[in-house]
């Protein structure tokens, strides 16, 4: 039964969520204007997906400045983290000291130090690093169940002979293979243009997404333009050994367009998820690029991670008075299979951003339920350090 005596729909009445904290089983779905319904011990209420208010906390316990760099250097911000399928610790990169919006013009290019990183899951110690001499802006990252690492590299130096690839490294940090054309952005199938995030199935197949652009674009006529220019929001599949396979996807605001496919996971189903950011959604794909469904909640989401018992981990860091007003940045959780949330962790509270707060815009989830997460421009000052962990609590 709805606030008004109507009845729930059926995919309502059936979304009973498996995600159990102390006892308490949280039942909920989501009405046309964005409020995700729950029920608690039998009781009815209606938190907001916007705000998060009324939404549970499951990670309270909020670790700022984790993990360490080597003496020396300096914090700059990040936008990516994973876990090692391994061993259970966790991978990210800082950009070799860039730091937040507006600050001194460093990048990995200039900077020569390593940018890729192996932490601890526990104590945030440095296991390994690599990767010097190889990036301009590194920005997403994904481990294989190899432990492979792959990451993106979607900006270009001044040079034009480095940047718009995607590098894959052993664990020990040997460069195995790039796509794209260093230095050369392009929307062929031999170059990308600004690569966000990269990602491999279980066959071996990688998808890329590419294009980093389209966000800001708000009209038909400025999304016109750009896919004139040759700007580009698309999911680029390639063979395990590197060969281009297809792709689809251009910038855009229907169903197989995006404005910037900023971050990409699978679920258990082997269904490719993609954080279509500047649309305000996540839309879900078969691996040969056929839409399936959307989900709406999660806000204007930077980076998801879904568990192995298919639980959605969605960032929100870019949502502001002038884009995405009213919508609070943070991390909303919910299941897989229905477009309702359980869960809501806040955002740093930010002069910044009085009214949405800042967050980052990676994550990565561990084995025991904490959250990892790694801090963008717009986060890295008011959180001190590239990387922050919430442990695991009660609701």
């Not at 230095?183 to 031999?190: C, H, L, S, W, Y």
């Not at 997404?209 to 389209?214: E, L, P, R, T, V």
């Not at 990676?362 to 986060?379: K, L, Q, R, W």
Request: glycine fraction near 14%.
């Amino acid at each position: 039964m709805d606030p008004q005596g109507g009845i729930m729909s059926s995919s309502c009445a059936s979304a009973i969520t498996l995600f159990t904290v102390t006892a308490v089983v949280f039942v909920g779905c989501a009405d046309s204007s964005g409020i995700a319904n729950m029920a608690v011990a039998g009781g009815n209420y209606y938190p907001n997906a916007i705000t998060g208010e009324g939404i549970p906390n499951p990670n309270p316990n909020r670790i700022g400045s984790w993990a360490s760099l080597p003496e020396g250097r300096e914090w700059g911000s990040t936008a990516g983290m994973d876990t090692d399928p391994t061993n259970g610790h966790v991978w990210g990169y800082e950009r070799c000291g860039a730091g937040s919006a507006g600050g001194p013009g460093v990048n990995c290019d200039n900077n020569p130090v390593d940018p890729i990183f192996k932490f601890d899951r526990n104590t945030g110690e440095v296991l390994a690093n690599f990767g010097v001499g190889v990036f301009v802006t590194p920005h997403g990252i994904y481990v294989d169940d190899d432990g492979t690492v792959w990451a993106t590299d979607f900006a270009g130096n001044a040079e034009g002979t480095k940047g718009h690839q995607v590098h894959k490294f052993s664990p020990d940090g040997e460069l195995l293979m790039s796509l794209g054309t260093a230095g050369q952005p392009g929307n062929d199938p031999a170059h990308l243009n600004q690569p966000n995030d990269v990602i491999v199935a279980p066959d071996g197949s990688i998808f890329v997404a590419d294009g980093h652009s389209g966000q800001n674009m708000t009209t038909a006529q400025q999304m016109a333009e750009g896919r004139a220019e040759g700007l580009t929001g698309r999911i680029v599949k390639y063979s395990v050994d590197g060969e281009y396979l297809m792709e689809w996807g251009e910038i855009g605001t229907e169903h197989g367009q995006f404005r910037t496919p900023h971050a990409l996971e699978f679920d258990s189903q082997g269904r490719l998820w993609v954080a279509d950011r500047g649309n305000h959604r996540i839309e879900i794909y078969d691996q040969q690029g056929n839409y399936l469904e959307s989900r709406y909640l999660y806000g204007r989401i930077s980076d998801i991670f879904i568990t192995d018992d298919d639980m959605v981990y969605a960032i929100d860091s870019e949502s502001s008075e002038a884009r995405h007003i009213n919508w609070r940045n943070g991390v909303r959780i919910g299941p897989v299979d229905q477009d309702w949330l359980v869960g809501f962790i806040p955002p740093w509270e930010s002069e910044s951003r009085p009214q949405n707060g800042v967050t980052g815009e990676g994550i990565a989830v561990d084995a025991d339920g904490n959250v990892y997460v790694a801090e963008g421009p717009a986060s890295l000052s008011d959180a001190g350090s590239a990387f922050t962990k919430y442990e695991i609590g009660g609701m």
